[in-house]
């Protein structure tokens, strides 16, 4: 009976080279943070119609909405490399690094325009992408070193790349479109009472 050889010093190294079970990774930690956003855009969008802005909330809610979109679209490309994310392994991933919603709650003004909510989506998506990008960078290898496997890894990655993209451009063409805030925007001459 011929015993099946375990690993090999050579094969417990670590390599430098990506390997294709991380760029399934990249990609459902991506889905992850973009459905984290999804759901604070849709809780952010309910908090401000309770404090009487529906502008704001309505604004929220679209964004929310667009988010699940996207997020369909990410999930349609990383199918076709069966790299189709769970909701268990989306959690795991998620308690491993800062969420960005942290900034979203800390930045949310109850008298915030649609301006303010565009540009702050804009700014998390900004963020977001680039520590996506500088990971991507990471993962996608060289024409030197790639295998026929994590060269369609890479294939994809650039996919996922172009998407998003487009929607960042998505939010700029959006801002664009909305009035600049008065300068004391946040002013309110009757603020809630936070005694009761």
Same mark, same amino acid.
């Given at each position: 009976?011929?015993?099946?050889?375990?690993?090999?010093?050579?094969?417990?190294?670590?390599?430098?080279?990506?390997?294709?079970?991380?760029?399934?990774?990249?990609?459902?930690?991506?889905?992850?943070?973009?459905?984290?956003?999804?759901?604070?855009?849709?809780?952010?969008?309910?908090?401000?119609?309770?404090?009487?802005?529906?502008?704001?909330? *309505?604004?929220?809610?679209?964004?929310?909405?667009?988010?699940?979109?996207?997020?369909?679209?990410?999930? !349609?490309?990383?199918?076709?490399?069966?790299?189709?994310?769970? !909701?268990?392994?989306? !959690?795991?991933?998620?308690?491993?690094?800062?969420?960005?919603?942290?900034?979203?709650?800390?930045?949310?003004?109850?008298?915030?325009?649609?301006?303010?909510?565009?540009?702050?989506?804009?700014?998390?998506?900004?963020? !977001?992408?680039?520590?996506?990008?500088? *990971?991507?960078?990471?993962?996608?290898?060289?024409?030197?070193?790639?295998?026929?496997?994590?060269?369609?890894?890479?294939?994809?990655?650039? *996919?996922?790349?172009?998407?998003?993209?487009?929607?960042?451009?998505?939010?700029? *063409?959006?801002?664009?479109?909305?009035?600049?805030?008065?300068?004391?925007?946040?002013?309110?001459?009757?603020?809630?009472?936070?005694?009761?």
């Amino acid at each position: 009976m011929t015993e099946t050889p375990t690993s090999s010093p050579a094969d417990s190294a670590v390599s430098t080279a990506p390997c294709a079970s991380e760029t399934p990774m990249l990609i459902k930690n991506t889905i992850c943070i973009k459905t984290e956003l999804a759901e604070c855009y849709l809780e952010l969008a309910e908090q401000l119609e309770h404090c009487n802005n529906p502008e704001a909330a *309505q604004t929220f809610l679209q964004l929310s909405e667009k988010y699940q979109q996207h997020i369909q679209r990410l999930s !349609t490309i990383s199918a076709t490399s069966d790299a189709q994310h769970t !909701t268990a392994g989306a !959690t795991v991933l998620c308690t491993n690094r800062a969420s960005p919603t942290d900034d979203l709650y800390a930045e949310v003004h109850y008298l915030m325009t649609p301006y303010h909510v565009i540009k702050l989506a804009l700014e998390t998506e900004q963020q !977001t992408q680039l520590e996506w990008q500088n *990971q991507a960078d990471k993962e996608i290898p060289s024409d030197a070193e790639a295998t026929n496997n994590n060269r369609q890894q890479g294939m994809l990655l650039q *996919q996922i790349v172009q998407e998003q993209k487009e929607y960042l451009q998505m939010l700029k *063409q959006w801002l664009s479109k909305l009035p600049c805030p008065e300068t004391h925007w946040d002013e309110d001459p009757d603020p809630p009472n936070l005694d009761d």
